[in-house]
């Protein structure tokens, strides 16, 4: 069936590291990926996204990878803060019955930064 | 930043009691949707709605019941509330829109419910 994973549940950086936070997607049909940021005690934020026709797309410290021939995505966080420890969801939306499309949440990571 | 909002923030209670959860967003998102979301948990899709006067189920069985009368209204109502129903409560719209990019879903705060 569909599914979103992610490989990690919790990962821990260093003040200043890079992180690289990884997601699975099984429903080849899925054009569109989007990664959310949940801070303790708030909705998910949005982040980034990207389209099933593109393989990279960057934003301010952040770098979304899309690797369509092994269904895995990735959100790579440049120069790591602490205002970026969270929880981080990725979602793809996929076709859905009517038409219509459908998101669906991975069950998230969470980033710990160290100083 | 979207323009969602619920209240309350917070709510403990007791059990059996009736509540509603208020969600409101003021975008003319047609698409709205109810998450539940244990803390550090992943999201449960429990409710979702097309437009006015549609409503339909998600993936997570849910006791709640969700009703749709205006486009930036969707509240969540609990008939009999149990302990088993505490959790946070998300509500997230999205727009109407084929154009790729208009199924992002923005979130509310959330309201965290206890039932004791």
């Known amino acids: 069936g569909e599914s979103v994973g992610l490989h990690l549940p919790t990962l821990s950086v260093q003040e200043g590291d890079n992180s690289i936070i990884n997601c699975a997607y099984s429903?080849?049909?899925?054009?569109?990926f989007i990664w959310y940021k949940q801070e303790s005690g708030k909705g998910p934020q949005f982040i980034i996204d990207?389209?099933?026709?593109?393989d990279k797309r960057q934003g301010q410290r952040v770098t979304v990878l899309l690797n369509k021939t092994v269904k895995h995505l990735s959100l790579q966080i440049a120069a790591t803060q602490p205002g970026d420890s969270a929880v981080y969801f990725c979602?793809?939306?996929?076709?859905?019955?009517?038409?219509?499309?459908?998101?669906?949440f991975g069950a998230g990571t969470r980033l710990a930064v160290h100083p | 930043e979207a323009d969602i909002y619920q209240t309350p923030r917070y709510l403990v209670i007791g059990t059996g009691k009736k509540i509603t959860l208020e969600c409101s967003q003021t975008?003319?998102?047609?698409?709205m949707y109810w998450y539940q979301q244990d803390p550090g948990m992943e999201l449960h899709l429990i409710h979702y709605?097309?437009?006015?006067?549609?409503?339909e189920k998600g993936d997570l069985s849910s006791e709640s019941t969700v009703s749709r009368i205006r486009t930036e209204h969707f509240p969540l109502t609990l008939e009999s509330a149990r302990p088993s129903h505490t959790s946070q409560y998300l509500c997230?719209?999205?727009?109407?829109?084929?154009?790729?990019?208009?199924?992002?879903?923005?979130f509310g705060p959330g309201t965290r419910l206890t039932v004791l």
């Open positions: 997230a719209s999205s727009e109407d829109r084929t154009a790729v990019g208009a199924d992002t879903q923005y």
């Open positions: 429903n080849s049909a899925s054009d569109y």
């Open positions: 990207i389209r099933s026709n593109m």
């Open positions: 979602a793809e939306r996929t076709p859905f019955s009517g038409g219509y499309n459908k998101l669906i």
């Open positions: 975008m003319g998102h047609d698409k």
């Open positions: 709605s097309y437009g006015v006067n549609s409503t």
